[in-house]
């Protein structure tokens, strides 16, 4: 005994043969001794086999003293080791093998730690252990931990660089055994389901140990979420649906998270149970669902649900959007879907594919594209079906409308199509807005060549527009088809396109070569949103200088200046005094005085007709 008590306890060469003789007979060490004599015994059993069996009964009957006692040292981690065995645990050991196969040792680095704290993210709580000569022994369950530090004055402190953590068992056989013998085992139970969770299937054995571990009060939130997650995904890959129907009742499914609401939603879809599916759809989002089975359960709750319109709208477009969808759907979302414009058009085009009456969603979209001003390509398409079939007269002006400013205004390309509805409208002898009138005078000038009617429209619209004032540049280019009013034939227009709210001056002077003068400043006339226009008589001959100032908020913006001269004859026959002045300009400019004869007396007899036969009011 005081040859023990001398020893240093972590020399392990071997004991004297008369030590070891003599505790064989007589052993009443304690168990902190006795410990150390059998660890030095186990680890020199090669060299004295002799001695390791002679020992080995009542090393087994140590062991399990100890087990029961809880005790545990480096001492007995060797004989744990060494001597226990699967075929050793029954239902009164299994808690305390369990417990000793969930132990760490760490190594404090700090002599002034007194405790070591233990937190697991899987389970509520923690729990203290001490440190003895440096030395802690753990119980970890789980790899997720946190370890801290309590000082010998109580302050704590973050664990990781001030210690070493070695694991002592690793025999999961051995917890698997403890487990069938006492499975009320909760934090052995929980540690055992969390290596489970690292493979990807799961046994039957194994999820039947992770429902029972969901019901623990002990454990934390996330993480019996994250078990229920797995129980969904285990039933979801391999359909039972009685082991289904089972655990579903044991769980809130008001706090799943998205990805376990849309398997057990496809779940109850596959099993037809729709009004359950339907219900836990209320409350997440269709976007994840195999797009079939929304489809499947949409179409079903369609036909029996009159209330709650727009949730299963909103279920009908996402089934929809992915390409899924049937003629009873796509009836619901043309009488019922408000969304976004291409959203909408989208619908529109598949509509097309059953044949459905689209008038009223027609004209659902063109108001809204009107209302938010984004005229898409596809509209005219979509307008023009809807004018075929009896349209609202306010829709068509207001399209029309907006089309021709965006237009004429805004210079937005236009297809042909828009055009030819503008002709129709006049056809059927209905009003239109004066910038449907402008944005067609506009589109004809522009073209090569123009047929009887068209030239008739155009000049019942031109002379309708200038007798409002309402004069533009190109209306000139009418004159190879049709007879121009004489205030337009015989000017010279200038045109500039600012803000709506800006002030446009034009300062302007006519080239003189006898004396220079100075710029006159006049405003321009604003003739339709934005677009000014100021009107000359510039004679043959005649040259003009002039430059543009814009103001709008205070700021001043001035162009470059600009020349222009009359320098051409008009083939046209003269018609108007002004044509008659500038022939004989013209001809006094090149030298042919019969001609200049002629032209002076024909517009002599012409003025004094005039003046004879007409009185000035």
């Not at 797995?230 to 979801?236: K, P, T």
């Not at 800006?502 to 604003?526: G, L, N």
Request: hydrophobic share 35%; proline share 3%.
């Amino acid at each position: 005994e005081y040859y023990m008590a001398s020893r240093n306890q972590t020399d392990m060469s071997p004991l004297p043969k008369m030590v070891t003789m003599y505790f064989g007979y007589n052993n009443d060490l304690d168990y902190i001794k006795k410990s150390y004599l059998y660890a030095d015994i186990i680890n020199n059993k090669t060299d004295n086999p002799q001695t390791y069996r002679t020992y080995l009964p009542q090393m087994e009957l140590f062991l399990k003293e100890q087990l029961m006692a809880g005790n545990i040292n480096d001492n007995l981690v060797v004989i744990y080791r060494d001597l226990l065995k699967p075929d050793m645990i029954n239902k009164d050991n299994a808690a305390a093998v369990a417990k000793l196969f969930h132990i760490r040792r760490v190594t404090v680095n700090n002599k002034n730690y007194a405790k070591v704290i233990v937190r697991h993210k899987e389970i509520k709580g923690e729990t203290e252990f001490p440190v003895l000569k440096n030395t802690a022994f753990i119980q970890t369950y789980t790899d997720n931990v946190s370890i801290s530090f309590v000082s010998n004055r109580g302050n704590r402190f973050n664990g990781g660089k001030d210690c070493t953590i070695t694991t002592l068992f690793d025999d999961e056989s051995i917890v698997k055994r403890c487990l069938e013998l006492n499975p009320d085992m909760e934090n052995v139970m929980i540690g055992y389901c969390d290596r489970m969770l690292k493979y990807p299937k799961q046994s039957v054995d194994s999820i039947e140990k992770i429902k029972e571990t969901i019901s623990y009060g002990c454990i934390s939130e996330p993480y019996r979420k994250k078990l229920i997650s797995r129980v969904i995904e285990y039933y979801y890959d391999g359909f039972d649906a009685d082991g289904f129907e089972s655990f579903i009742k044991t769980i809130d499914e008001s706090n799943l998270s998205g990805k376990d609401a849309v398997r057990i939603m496809e779940i109850r879809i596959i099993m037809g149970e729709y009004d359950k599916a339907y219900a836990l759809l209320k409350n997440h989002s269709a976007m994840n669902i195999v797009p079939k089975r929304l489809m499947k359960m949409c179409s079903k709750k369609i036909s029996c649900v009159e209330e709650e319109k727009k949730r299963l709208v909103e279920i009908a477009y996402i089934a929809f959007s992915q390409g899924a969808y049937d003629d009873n759907i796509l009836k619901y979302l043309i009488a019922y879907y408000n969304g976004a414009t291409d959203k909408m058009v989208e619908i529109w085009k598949a509509a097309g594919e059953i044949e459905e009456d689209t008038f009223e969603f027609e004209e659902r979209i063109l108001a809204q594209m009107m209302f938010t001003g984004k005229i898409t390509d596809i509209s005219i398409h979509i307008f023009s079906h809807y004018c075929s079939r009896g349209p609202k007269d306010r829709i068509v002006k207001a399209y029309l409308s907006l089309n021709s400013y965006l237009y004429f205004v805004k210079e937005c390309s236009m297809p042909e199509e828009l055009f030819e509805l503008i002709e129709a409208w006049f056809e059927n002898e209905k009003s239109l807005s004066d910038v449907c009138k402008m944005a067609l005078l506009k589109y004809y000038s522009s073209q090569e060549k123009l047929t009887e009617y068209r030239k008739e429209l155009a000049s019942v619209n031109l002379y309708y527009l200038a007798r409002k004032g309402i004069v533009f540049p190109f209306y000139q280019s009418f004159e190879k088809w049709i007879h121009l009013p004489y205030d337009i034939s015989d000017r010279t227009m200038i045109e500039y396109k600012a803000d709506p709210k800006s002030r446009v001056v034009i300062h302007y002077m006519y080239e003189s070569k006898e004396h220079k003068k100075k710029y006159v400043a006049e405003d321009m006339k604003q003739v339709y949103e934005g677009i000014f226009v100021k009107q000359f008589v510039l004679f043959y001959g005649e040259t003009m200088q002039y430059y543009i100032s814009e103001e709008t908020d205070g700021k001043k913006n001035v162009t470059d200046s600009v020349t222009i001269s009359n320098n051409c004859i008009r083939p046209l026959k003269s018609e108007g005094r002004y044509e008659m002045l500038n022939d004989i300009i013209a001809s006094q400019d090149t030298h042919e005085p019969e001609a200049l004869k002629i032209l002076v007396h024909s517009y002599a007899v012409n003025n004094a007709v005039t003046e004879q036969m007409f009185t000035m009011l």
